[in-house]
């Protein structure tokens, strides 16, 4: 009985000694490049890069990813036609060094197709827009090159000798200009050269753009209880899963990707971004957005993997009288005090020369913009203190003392005759009665509470 045991632990051995050795030689046959098929054009890159000790890391990251298992090398996304604008001989192979959606839709056409339908693509419409002028003119030059236009997107400049302008070069802006006429960056959530899914749909990876006073998702998602679980349960998320279904790849939480991209059971995934917001909650005044009944239903279908019906249905009647309050009590009538004051010629035809302009450009770039991303998102503090608190504030002592000296004093007046605005005029005890209904309403939960014990 002893002996068998003694020979079944044996071979046991063996074959686990076997196994690993099988193991170790494909981990090293699997880093190199040599087992993968390459174009003559491809090889003779990498031959002489390793050769002149250049880009080595680059190489090594490549030849860890899908590409490299594929046979996409260098030459394959860096190819140009001789007559590109950004084109140049190196080493006897035509070749540009700005890879574009153009470029990546050879292979991935419904993603190319998707991306340049989406507002991310959009990205560099921002050139002029009031966001721009601020860091490009009032700011200076350098303000928008390395700050506004390296999440937006330059237009990308090529010089009379073929070198690219520095002023738009280096950029991997989701909207970039590309001189094929195509635009934005995959690189911009998808890192070079390993193109790794896991990195793409990392939360960090949107806060690159998507964090900061005007646009704080980031902040706002990790606050969320999406976001807290997501921090403790990262090792079951399964990032780099091929397909990353939600219900079936994981289970634990959702991120960026798996709610405005990403597939489920019951839903395609996508890149564009939009496909699933139902409301503008970035511009002046909210409204829906075009197609916004069935965009509300595709987000929906993404919610309903982890919550009841009666629940999601509800947190969007939360979101839309969120909106609305900011809206109709803010938003508003900042806009048409704005409006009125520029149709009697009080403001100069150019923009934040005056006070009010920025003030009013805080109202719903910043404040207004954190109330109703917050809401959209479950981040309260970004809903309270750093939204209604913060654009209630300057709204009532900034904003409207200002315009009655530019002259509304009779529409502000007016406004603060209105029952929503009227706390204003002074203390009144009815004022505080729907503060006190609900005092009163806890205490007697809590005593119930107490009883029941």
């Not at 981990?27 to 990498?46: M, N, V, W």
């Amino acid at each position: 009985m002893i002996k068998s045991k003694f020979k079944y632990n044996t071979k046991t051995i063996w074959l686990i000694v076997g196994v690993s050795i099988i193991a170790i030689f494909n981990i090293l046959y699997f880093t190199k490049t040599d087992h993968i098929y390459l174009s003559k054009e491809t090889k003779q890159c990498i031959d002489c890069h390793k050769k002149e000790n250049i880009h080595t890391s680059q190489i090594v990251e490549w030849s860890k990813s899908e590409h490299a298992l594929k046979g996409v090398g260098c030459f394959e996304c860096h190819t140009a036609m001789k007559e590109d604008s950004d084109a140049w001989n190196h080493e006897g192979i035509v070749i540009s060094k700005i890879v574009s959606p153009k470029d990546c839709s050879k292979c991935h056409i419904k993603e190319f197709k998707e991306f340049d339908s989406s507002h991310h693509a959009k990205g560099g419409e921002i050139l002029g827009s009031i966001d721009n002028y601020i860091g490009e003119v009032v700011e200076g030059p350098g303000a928008s090159i390395q700050g506004c236009q390296s999440c937006h997107g330059s237009i990308i400049k090529i010089n009379k000798d073929g070198s690219i302008d520095p002023k738009t070069w280096p950029n991997i802006g989701i909207g970039r200009l590309n001189p094929d006429g195509s635009k934005g960056s995959c690189s911009a959530c998808h890192s070079k050269h390993n193109f790794s899914m896991a990195v793409a749909r990392n939360p960090r990876s949107c806060a690159k753009c998507h964090i900061g006073p005007d646009h704080p998702q980031i902040e706002i998602y990790e606050e969320s209880i999406h976001g807290r679980i997501f921090m403790s349960k990262e090792k079951d998320m399964n990032l780099d899963n091929p397909e990353w279904i939600l219900g079936k790849d994981y289970t634990a939480a959702p991120n960026c990707v798996t709610c405005h991209m990403g597939g489920s059971k019951n839903l395609l995934k996508t890149h564009d971004i939009g496909n699933r917001l139902s409301l503008d909650l970035r511009s002046v005044l909210s409204k829906p957005t075009d197609n916004s009944d069935a965009k509300r239903e595709n987000m929906k279908m993404i919610c309903r993997n982890c919550h009841g019906t009666e629940w999601f249905n509800n947190f969007y009647k939360q979101l839309d009288s969120t909106v609305d309050l900011y809206n109709n009590q803010y938003a508003g009538p900042a806009t048409e005090i704005m409006n009125r004051l520029r149709a009697k010629g009080v403001l100069t035809p150019q923009p934040l020369d005056e006070e009010i302009e920025w003030i009013y450009f805080e109202l719903w770039h910043h404040e207004g913009r954190r109330v109703r991303h917050g809401a959209a998102m479950m981040g309260p503090d970004y809903v309270q203190w750093h939204g209604f608190y913060e654009l209630a504030h300057n709204f009532y002592f900034k904003f409207l003392p200002l315009a009655k000296e530019l002259g509304e004093t009779e529409y502000v007046e007016n406004l603060l005759n209105e029952p929503e605005h009227a706390w204003i005029k002074g203390y009144k005890p009815e004022n505080l009665k729907l503060q006190e209904a609900a005092f009163e309403k806890w205490q007697k939960l809590k005593q119930q509470q107490v009883n029941r014990k």
